[in-house]
C-alpha cells in the first residue's frame, strides 16, 4: 500500500531535522524488502506560513492534514512570529487547529537512556531506563470551561469515564508491545486531594484489570512520582499513565534522562495503535519534542534524532511496521554506540552527517 503523510518542516530548525526524518522514509520504501510506498506531501505551517500566506495554516493544509494517514511535524515558532502568539493567530494555534482536525486523544512520549555520559543525571542510575510517558491529551484543565476576573480565575478539572477508558485501554496495549520492556502501567495522580483523579484511579484499575489481566498496574502519587523518577528512573520501566496535567509535567521531566532534548520523539494516536502490518492506518501526529531553536537554526548543528525517532513511532503505531520501526531505533543506536554526536550531545556532526551515519546504518540491516 502507499501511506499519505502531510510534512511539515515549519520554522527554525525544524525543516533540517524534517529532512533527515524523510529521508530514512525514502532508505524504507527503496529497501529491496520494502512492503509499503510513502506519499509525502510537504506544506508551509506556522511561521513560514504567515510569511507566505498571512496565516499560520490554510484550510487547504488543514484539510490535507484531514485527510493523511499520518501527519509529521518539524517545530513551528520563533521570536519573529510572537507577537502573535495569542488565539489562533500565530504558529502554535495553528498546531492545535490541526490536533484538533485529527482528533488525537493520546499523547505518547518514549523516554530512554541512549548514550553514555550525556544524562545529568549519574549514569548508573538512569542506564537501562526505558519507558513510555502516556498522557491523555484531551480532558482536564487544559480545554474546560474557564473563568478569569481581574481578581478571580478557574479551569475546571473534570474527567469522564469514558475518557479514562480509553486512555486506560491505550496504556494497556502499549505496555504489552514489543516497545514496552515491562508489562506495568504507573498511573499517577493525586487521589489523595482530587476527586477526578480518584475516578481515575478507580476506572484506570477496574478497565485494565477487566480486560488486560496480564498487565501489572502501580498507582503513584504525582508529586512523589518526579522524585522517583530522577532518583529510580528504572522503577517506571513499561508505561507512565498520566491525565492531562500530570502527564504535561512528567513528560517534560522525563527528558532531563537522556540529557538533550534534541533526541526525543513523540507520538499523539487518535486510536488504540495498529496491531500488525496490514491493519489500516491509524491517524497519528508525529514530532520531536523540542522546538525550533531559533538560536541554532541555520547552522546545520541541530539534533535530528527526535525527528528520526519520531518516524520510527510512525511506522509502528500508525502503519503497523514494527519491523522496519525497531530497525531505525537500532540504527540510532548504533550510530550513538559508535560514538557520533552532535553539538548538543558535546560532539561535532553535523545535522546532515548525522542523518547519513542513521541511514547507512539502517541500510546494512
Ligand atoms: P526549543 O526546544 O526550541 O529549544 C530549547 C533549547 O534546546 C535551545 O537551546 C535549543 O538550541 C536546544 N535544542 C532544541 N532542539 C534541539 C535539537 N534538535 N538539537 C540541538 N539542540 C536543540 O525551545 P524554546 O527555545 O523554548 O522555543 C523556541 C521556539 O520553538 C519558540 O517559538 C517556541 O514557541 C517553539 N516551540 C515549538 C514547539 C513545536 O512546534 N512543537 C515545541 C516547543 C517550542
Ligand atoms: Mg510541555
Redesign the pocket.
Known sequence: PEFSILVIG?D???PE?TAEATAVLDVISTHPKSRAAFKLLPRLF?GCSIDAHGTPVTDEVLETGRKADAIL?G?????KW?GMRRGFEG??GA?LRLRDVTQVYANLRPCEYFAAGNSPLRDELVRGAKFIVLRENCGGPFYGPKEETPDYASDLWSYKRSEIERIARMAAHLALSSASPKKTVTSCDKANVLASSRLWRKVVQETIEKEFPEVEIVHQLADSATTLMMMRPTLFNGVILADNTFGDILSDLAGVIPG???VLPSACLADIPAQKWGDDPVKGFY??????????AGKG????I??ILSVALMLRYSFGMEEEAAAVEKAVNSTLDAGFR???MRGTTSTKDMGSLVREALQQL
Open positions: 515549519g527554525g530548525i525544524g531535522v506556522g511535524m517545530a513551528v515558532g520563533g521570536p510572537d504558529p502554535e498546531t538533550t532534548l534534541g514530532e520531536p519534542v523540542h522546538g525550533s531553536a531559533p538560536d541554532i548543528i541541530a539534533n535530528p527526535g525527528a552532535t553539538k548538543d
